[in-house]
């Protein structure tokens, strides 16, 4: 079993940075991922890192200004957000699986209770 811990999450303006963090435990898994959704909206991918290649996935909304990231000795997961813009309000989930398609939600076992993202000036 496996549980994950969302937080970092708040209210900031446009052009604000973020870090949220997932903190995982449990067992190791292969692949954790960031999504988000917002009020009205299907819950879509942000981010994902595969636990032993270190590679790094973004979607194309965010790609430039998020970036993944983890730390081993604390076993989390992390998300930078940086250049935020009002679109980006969202609950930001963190989620894991061991196998299956990297992009859909629904391919992901684990998941975390989200943390609350909101840009607005």
């Known amino acids: 079993q496996v549980q994950l811990v969302e937080s970092g999450g708040g209210l900031v303006q446009p052009g604000d940075s973020l870090r949220l963090s997932c903190a995982a435990s449990g067992r190791t898994v292969s692949r954790y991922g960031w999504f988000r959704q917002a009020p009205g909206k299907e819950r879509e991918f942000v981010a994902t890192?595969?636990?032993?290649?270190?590679?790094?996935l973004y979607a194309a909304s965010v790609k430039g200004r998020f970036a993944i990231s983890r730390d081993d000795a604390k076993n989390t997961v992390y998300l930078q957000l940086n250049s935020l813009k009002p679109e980006d309000t969202a609950v930001y989930y963190c989620?894991?699986?061991?196998?299956?398609?990297?992009?859909?939600?629904?391919?992901?076992?684990?998941w975390g209770q989200g943390t609350q993202v909101t840009v607005s000036s």
């Open positions: 890192m595969s636990w032993s290649e270190s590679s790094r």
């Open positions: 989620a894991a699986h061991d196998s299956g398609s990297i992009y859909s939600a629904n391919a992901y076992l684990w």
